[in-house]
């Protein structure tokens, strides 16, 4: 599959859920720039405390942040758009509570409530958090006070105009054509591979099945 910045700006700009039904690369760039950030802030986690645990959970979920951004988009059918949004909100966050640092107890937890508030900015219509915690497997008390206390950490600064859209799109740009394209394009290659092998597998209960 060719990755090119090309392809990410016109996801970005022109994707339509109803005309397309492969996953917007802007998502698998954002699982990419969140993983490596993630990889980063653990190898240095022994040596350092978060003070802002406000996404922590007990248990790290059994999901890779590409599975999880792909369920949040087949499920809330989100544009690629407020993808890039999301990505401003995380970094203006991780700028603004510099104690914080991403890492697997709170990665899950930080995507869907920048989502949520996200396609709450960008979209005309929404689903309910109810919805938005179900897809992200919490519950909707814990999904509220998540974007409670994300607004107000935030100082509910959640406008993003054109320009500062623009240069976050650059910035994914520059990710794909620099260096991360070849992560981009194995994490893809990865997600075929295992698709096919489940579909593969399917088949063959089936066959079992029906032999025995």
């Known amino acids: 599959m060719a990755i090119s910045p090309r392809k990410l700006r016109n996801d970005v700009y022109a994707y339509t859920y109803q005309n397309d039904s492969n996953t917007p690369l802007v998502i698998s760039v954002l699982a990419s720039l969140i993983q490596r950030t993630l990889v980063r802030n653990e190898r240095i986690g022994r040596k350092y405390v978060s003070k802002v645990r406000v996404f922590d959970c007990h248990e790290t979920p059994?999901?890779?942040?590409?599975?999880?951004?792909?369920?949040?988009?087949?499920?809330?059918?989100?544009g690629p758009?407020?993808?890039?949004?999301?990505?401003?909100?995380?970094d203006r966050f991780c700028r603004s509570q510099p104690e914080f640092r991403i890492i697997g107890r709170n990665v899950h937890r930080l995507l869907i409530t920048t989502i949520m508030v996200a396609s709450k900015y960008v979209e005309d219509m929404n689903y309910r958090n109810s919805?938005?915690?179900?897809?992200?497997?919490?519950?909707t008390k814990e999904m509220n006070s998540l974007e409670l206390d994300f607004l107000f950490l935030m100082n509910f600064k959640m406008h993003v105009n054109l320009s500062v859209f623009e240069s976050y799109c650059c910035h994914l740009e520059r990710e794909v054509s620099i260096g991360g394209g070849y992560h981009?394009?194995?994490?893809?290659?990865?997600?075929?591979?295992l698709k096919s092998r489940q579909t593969e597998e399917r088949r063959f209960d089936r066959i079992t099945r029906?032999?025995?």
């Open 210 to 212: 029906i032999t025995l």
């Open 81 to 90: 758009s407020v993808y890039v949004v999301a990505y401003v909100y995380i």
């Open 62 to 78: 059994d999901m890779t942040i590409q599975s999880y951004l792909e369920r949040i988009f087949k499920y809330t059918k989100a």
């Open 184 to 193: 981009i394009e194995k994490t893809l290659r990865c997600a075929v591979e």
């Open 131 to 139: 919805y938005f915690a179900r897809v992200g497997g919490i519950t």
